[in-house]
């Protein structure tokens, strides 16, 4: 932001925007961002922030896919998060009155097993004429998903196994997953969890959500529980208060996190009312999926504003996906336009092999090269942790470029992001200076000498 000590001729002032407690509403994508400053007369005034080219057209092309295809749905309707939810198009004929589909896209049919949903916002965002471009991949299903290739496996993490009771993973020694339901507004094609998502297999209640809450309350060892599915933010805010308040009715439960994609595909679920019933719950944290620079539009942008200030820690998950967002000029606009919605990048995953997705997995030195790529080059709060989740229930191993290029008499020998040598010398090293033998002495010793 421009300082408020500027002349105000030099600032392009606007009336600030009024978001009421109960406005919901997200304003219309393309719409010029917005930041408070104050004038030197003290009257509240916003700096405009132009939306790049790029975006521009992005929202001119939202804008073209609702007159086209909703053109009698009213903003009200548009931006309200279950009617979203009620028009998602879930089928390829559908998608097809939508979309010019390639041949891979018909004959994809369901036979992966993984449902197709998405909804008419993240539709709005896809490219109706071209196959390949990466948001209209990541969700649109193609007949890829139907080939299996070695080493793929329905749970690769083994997440059954570690289940002491249906849907609770404990893999860690101190904190659980805890999938509330199988449920998702939009289906990414890769999802781990393919086996189980959209099945109605497993629900927020009853007898299951009684098991695993009886869980977590007879082990004390349990301090995190992230609570995952699905997506838990599809549920009502009623729905989830019940078990956020059962989850601080245990003493040793100390942080909750929930995962979920709902800001990039479904952005208009994140309401105010929504968030002051999450606040009632801190510490509360949320790990937010996103996969392109393309999903941080105007709404997701609002949609994370309201959580990270209603005091919600927010990181970002992404999943390495090979002609989607494998280049390190893609990933570093995406982990930039995160920190400018206040998201922390957090962890970059190598694809996970379920069965089908060997069109999405890249090598791992194309992630270590991303890595490479961005650390030293942009802040470092723009470089997420490169893991492998591994296959068997290994848990996450972190990937890393090799920093430490050798090890002599003088200590290690590092290289940094430009690819120069330095040497770091170690405690106990050759340059490093020795004790007198009594000085070092106990009193005792010094003194028989």
Same mark, same amino acid.
Not at 69 to 80: K, M, S
Not at 90 to 106: F, G, P, Q, T, V
Not at 113 to 130: E, R
Not at 428 to 446: F, N, V
């Given at each position: 932001?421009?300082?408020?000590? &500027?002349?105000?001729?030099?600032?392009?002032?606007?009336?600030?925007?009024?978001?009421?407690?109960?406005?919901?509403?997200?304003?219309? =994508?393309? !719409?010029?961002?917005?930041?408070?400053?104050?004038?030197?007369?003290?009257?509240?005034?916003?700096?405009?922030?132009?939306?790049?080219?790029?975006?521009? !057209?992005?929202?001119?092309?939202?804008?073209?896919?609702? /007159?086209?295809?909703?053109?009698? #749905?009213?903003?009200?309707?548009?931006?309200?998060? !279950?009617?979203?939810?009620?028009?998602?198009?879930?089928?390829?004929?559908?998608?097809?009155? &939508?979309?010019?589909?390639?041949?891979?896209? /018909?004959?994809?049919?369901?036979?992966?097993?993984?449902?197709?949903?998405?909804?008419?916002?993240?539709?709005?965002?896809?490219?109706?004429?071209?196959?390949?471009?990466?948001?209209?991949?990541?969700?649109?299903?193609?007949?890829?998903?139907?080939?299996?290739?070695?080493?793929?496996?329905?749970?690769?993490?083994?997440? +059954?196994?570690?289940?002491?009771?249906?849907?609770?993973? !404990?893999?860690?020694?101190?904190?659980?997953?805890?999938?509330?339901?199988?449920?998702?507004?939009?289906?990414?094609?890769?999802?781990?969890?393919?086996?189980?998502? *959209?099945?109605?297999?497993?629900?927020?209640?009853?007898?299951?959500?009684?098991?695993?809450?009886?869980? #977590?309350?007879?082990?004390?060892?349990?301090?995190?529980?992230?609570?995952?599915?699905?997506?838990?933010?599809?549920?009502?805010?009623?729905?989830?208060?019940?078990?956020?308040?059962?989850?601080?009715?245990?003493?040793?439960?100390?942080?909750?996190?929930? +995962?979920? /994609?709902?800001?990039?595909?479904? =952005?208009?679920?994140?309401?105010?009312?929504?968030?002051?019933?999450?606040?009632?719950?801190?510490?509360?944290?949320?790990?937010?999926?996103?996969?392109?620079?393309?999903?941080?539009? =105007?709404?997701?942008?609002?949609?994370?504003?309201?959580?990270?200030? +209603?005091? #919600?820690?927010?990181?970002?998950?992404?999943?390495?996906?090979?002609? #989607?967002?494998?280049?390190?000029?893609?990933?570093?606009?995406?982990?930039?336009?995160?920190? &400018?919605?206040?998201?922390?990048?957090?962890?970059?995953y190598q694809c996970d092999p379920i069965p089908g997705s060997a069109h999405f997995r890249t090598q791992v030195e194309r992630g270590l090269e991303i890595i490479r790529g961005l650390r030293g080059h942009t802040s470092g709060y723009a470089v997420p942790t490169y893991?492998i989740d591994a296959p068997g229930g290994g848990g996450k191993i972190p990937l890393l470029p090799e920093a430490v290029a050798g090890r002599d008499t003088d200590g290690l020998v590092l290289r940094n992001y430009e690819g120069r040598l330095f040497r770091y010398p170690?405690?106990?090293?050759?340059?490093?200076?020795?004790?007198?033998?009594?000085?070092?002495?106990?009193? *005792?010793?010094?003194?028989?000498?």
């Open positions: 932001m421009q300082s408020s000590t &500027m002349p105000s001729d030099q600032l392009d002032i606007v009336p600030a925007p009024a978001f009421d407690e109960g406005d919901d509403e997200p304003p219309d =994508p393309g !719409h010029a961002r917005t930041s408070r400053c104050r004038r030197p007369s003290g009257a509240t005034a916003s700096v405009v922030r132009l939306p790049s080219p790029r975006a521009r !057209h992005r929202a001119r092309a939202a804008q073209s896919f609702r /007159k086209r295809h909703f053109p009698d #749905i009213p903003a009200r309707l548009w931006n309200d998060w !279950h009617w979203q939810l009620a028009n998602r198009v879930r089928s390829i004929d559908r998608l097809a009155a &939508m979309l010019n589909l390639s041949d891979e896209e /018909k004959a994809a049919g369901t036979g992966s097993g993984l449902p197709l949903s998405i909804t008419p916002y993240y539709l709005s965002l896809l490219d109706p004429d071209n196959p390949a471009q990466p948001l209209r991949r990541s969700v649109v299903p193609t007949v890829r998903e139907t080939l299996r290739s070695p080493g793929e496996t329905d749970d690769p993490l083994d997440e +059954g196994a570690m289940s002491p009771v249906p849907g609770l993973v !404990h893999r860690y020694p101190d904190r659980v997953l805890l999938l509330l339901a199988d449920c998702c507004s939009t289906y990414c094609r890769y999802c781990t969890r393919s086996r189980l998502v *959209g099945h109605d297999a497993l629900r927020p209640a009853g007898e299951r959500l009684e098991q695993a809450l009886a869980y #977590i309350a007879a082990r004390p060892a349990i301090r995190d529980v992230l609570l995952s599915g699905g997506d838990p933010l599809l549920l009502a805010d009623d729905q989830l208060d019940r078990v956020l308040t059962r989850l601080r009715m245990i003493p040793h439960v100390e942080i909750i996190r929930i +995962g979920t /994609k709902v800001p990039a595909v479904l =952005p208009q679920r994140i309401t105010p009312a929504l968030v002051r019933m999450l606040r009632r719950h801190h510490p509360l944290m949320m790990s937010l999926h996103f996969t392109h620079p393309d999903e941080c539009t =105007p709404e997701t942008h609002r949609a994370c504003t309201l959580l990270a200030d +209603g005091g #919600i820690p927010l990181g970002s998950q992404t999943v390495l996906l090979a002609g #989607i967002n494998d280049e390190v000029e893609t990933m570093r606009r995406l982990m930039h336009a995160l920190l &400018m919605m206040r998201v922390r990048p957090y962890y970059l893991v170690e405690p106990g090293g050759a340059e490093c200076p020795q004790p007198d033998p009594i000085l070092s002495a106990s009193p *005792g010793e010094r003194a028989c000498h």
